[in-house]
């Protein structure tokens, strides 16, 4: 059953425009890859799903509701949980305090997030500002989780980290793929730890789909057409 279907968006930052035409859709439990070279869209077309920008046309469906003229508190209650770009923990909150600002009654609570990531347990009453990147990384994730969402939006959620806090994320979000059936959209530019979560791929150029598929489909000349440097 699809859960969010995004048909032929457009968007603009004042003036100039982002996105022309993007198009994609999530099943439910699915996890959808969102690829492109830098500044082609993807964090964009993260913002419009969110309603943190608005569209210019196109449409918007989640569990059937249609998002397109929805202010982003009531979008995050239908059950979109993001996980943003740069991660913007509250720095002056505790750990504690970051998970529980936001919380949801469901399946997803503090003993969950710890079991997740135990790191975040023995940090809980340390303020955000004190946390390594990667301990905010997992902050930002559990907080999402914390909102029970339908869908995890995850948005660059690995750049800039050590590659063994890399894997630690990895790790994560290939357990909830495989224990929670969450539908997932990860943007991220790792084909390699990519292909091994995510079931479909979506390209985005210029600010249009111009690719989607079975994420096993992605050969070496897509993946040179629209991913290469």
Same mark, same amino acid.
């Given at each position: ?19 022309? +035409? ?6 439910? $439990? ?10 082609? /869209? ?42 943003? &770009? $740069? ?23 503090? *003993? ?21 990147? /990667?301990?905010?990384?997992?902050? !930002? ?7 029970? *969402? ?5 948005? &660059?959620?690995?750049?800039?980290? !050590?590659?063994?806090?890399?894997? &630690? ?9 495989? +224990?929670? $059936? ?34 096993? !489909? ?12």
């Amino acid at each position: 059953m699809t859960l969010l279907s995004i048909t032929n968006i457009a968007a603009s930052y004042g003036a100039t425009q982002a996105l022309f +035409d993007v198009s994609l859709d999530i099943a439910e $439990g699915e996890v959808l890859a969102l690829m492109g070279r830098n500044g082609m /869209g993807k964090s964009t077309t993260v913002k419009t799903l969110c309603r943190l920008l608005p569209t210019s046309a196109g449409s918007i469906s989640f569990d059937g509701h249609d998002l397109t003229r929805l202010p982003a508190f009531k979008a995050a209650r239908l059950g979109l949980g993001l996980v943003p &770009e $740069g991660r913007r923990c509250f720095p002056n909150l505790s750990v504690a305090e970051n998970l529980t600002a936001a919380a949801r009654a469901g399946h997803w609570d503090l *003993p969950r997030v710890a079991s997740l990531f135990p790191r975040l347990e023995e940090r809980r009453n340390q303020s955000a500002a004190s946390l390594s990147g /990667g301990e905010q990384q997992m902050l !930002a994730i559990g907080r999402a989780l914390m909102t029970n *969402p339908r869908l995890l939006i995850l948005d &660059e959620a690995t750049e800039g980290l !050590a590659p063994i806090v890399r894997q &630690e994320i990895w790790a994560a979000i290939a357990s909830l793929k495989r +224990d929670t $059936g969450l539908a997932i959209l990860v943007v991220d530019k790792s084909l390699k730890e990519l292909s091994q979560i995510a079931d479909r791929a979506t390209i985005l150029e210029r600010g249009s789909t111009v690719w989607t598929g079975n994420i096993t !489909a992605l050969d070496a000349d897509i993946t040179q057409q629209f991913l290469g440097v």
